[in-house]
């Protein structure tokens, strides 16, 4: 494993909230937002907060490269869209378990999707 990856896994561990940089579908600008997530066994899951109708969602349907950062170490990722609703209830609850039921209550309005981002290079 590579210091960066080691790096990359030890901020997300001791993180709650990461940095998201998504290429606009339209603009082909980079555009970088704080999102949740949930790092599980080398595997990295966000949820849109509006679901389908999330910005940042519908520019991952059209490139699947991201960059993530956590505590200052970032790297590439490719995201692929979960749509699954079984898939999508999993990752739902390891959420609720994170954050606690209440807060994603709060801040989540749709859960039709979610995505699973891998760290590009990695074994799939």
């Known amino acids: 494993m590579s210091a960066r990856k080691d790096a990359l896994t030890d901020g997300l561990s001791r993180s709650r909230e990461i940095t998201l940089t998504v290429t ?4 082909g600008r980079a555009i970088s937002i704080p999102v949740w997530f949930v790092w599980n ?10 679901g389908s109708d999330t910005q940042w969602y519908k520019n991952v349907l059209k490139n699947p490269s991201i960059r993530i950062t956590a505590r200052g170490a ?3 990722f ?3 869209p979960i749509t699954d609703s079984a898939q999508v209830s999993s ?13 994603v209550k709060k801040y989540y309005a749709k ?11 990695a074994p799939s």
Do not use: I, T, W
């Open 41 to 50: 066994d080398g595997k990295l899951y966000l949820l849109p907060v509006e």
């Open 24 to 27: 606009g579908r339209k603009s």
């Open 91 to 103: 990752v739902v609850a390891n959420f609720r378990a994170k954050y606690g039921g209440s807060d």
């Open 78 to 80: 490719n995201a692929s």
């Open 111 to 121: 859960f039709d999707v979610a995505v699973l981002a891998q760290m590009q290079g």
């Open 74 to 76: 970032e790297a590439q």
